[in-house]
């Protein structure tokens, strides 16, 4: 069990370049989210998806786009990069057991490091 | 929107010490609590989660309550040992849907040897 996978772990980028988070989860998870974790600010939810097929927009969408390509799979997307996206960005998958109750322990994966310049 | 606060912001004590980490937040509203752990360019560990129904929960040297009236959560270490500095996030899941947590800007812990 691999846990909660990110590629790549570290990246530089240029200003309006643009590139592709990869984040993939064995753990049969239906909910998968990304996050990112800044100086002062903690963490802070960008997008999540409930289940396969589904995506949502957390608290700092502005800037990003998500594609859960399966239920394994969560991409996060910056289409025209920003010095503002400077960051670590973090994967998550947890099984949310919804009305039935139960605990829910979100996983993490070990992070991508982004710089802008 | 759901606000969490972590005191204090960093902590260094000697060695053997027992030790509190205290979380507050705003929303009393809330699904579960979490406590994670985070070393120096790692990811996040889950170390205790507690539900919304329930008051406290143990791992090993850690106790996690939750006073959800009050808003309201510590974590407790105890024998505390230099392998324990890092920095300690809590984080809430607010109650009914799929969202995501809202997470505090975590305690700094150094433990002295």
């Known amino acids: 069990n691999a846990g909660v996978t990110q590629t790549p772990k570290f990246q530089v980028l240029k200003t309006g370049q643009s590139m592709t988070l990869q984040c993939a989860q064995d753990m049969n998870h239906n909910s998968m989210y990304w996050y990112r974790q800044d100086p002062g600010m903690g963490l802070r939810l960008i997008y999540y998806?409930?289940?396969?097929?589904?995506?949502d927009k957390g608290e700092v969408p502005n800037g990003y786009n998500v594609s859960r390509l399966n239920k394994r799979e969560f991409s996060l997307r910056l289409e025209s990069a920003a010095p503002s996206q400077t960051s670590v960005y973090f994967c998550?998958?947890?099984?949310?057991?919804?009305?039935?109750?139960?605990?829910?322990?979100?996983?993490f994966g070990p992070g991508t490091r982004l710089l802008v310049l | 929107k759901q606000e969490v606060t972590q005191i204090p912001a960093a902590l260094s004590v000697p060695e053997g010490e027992n030790l509190v980490l205290n979380c507050s937040f705003t929303d009393s509203a809330i699904y579960n609590l979490q406590w994670f752990r985070q070393d120096p360019g790692k990811g996040l560990t889950s170390l205790l989660l507690i539900q919304s129904s329930q008051r406290e929960q143990t791992s090993g040297r850690l106790n996690a309550s939750l006073d959800k009236s009050s808003g309201r959560s510590t974590l407790y270490i105890a024998a505390s040992q230099p392998g324990d500095s890092a920095t300690y996030l809590c984080?809430?899941?607010?109650?009914?849907?799929?969202?995501?947590?809202?997470f505090g800007k975590g305690t700094h812990l150094i433990i002295q040897p």
């Open positions: 998806s409930a289940s396969e097929g589904t995506t």
């Open positions: 998550a998958s947890s099984e949310f057991p919804g009305l039935a109750g139960g605990r829910e322990t979100q996983y």
């Open positions: 984080a809430v899941r607010a109650g009914g849907g799929a969202d995501g947590l809202t």
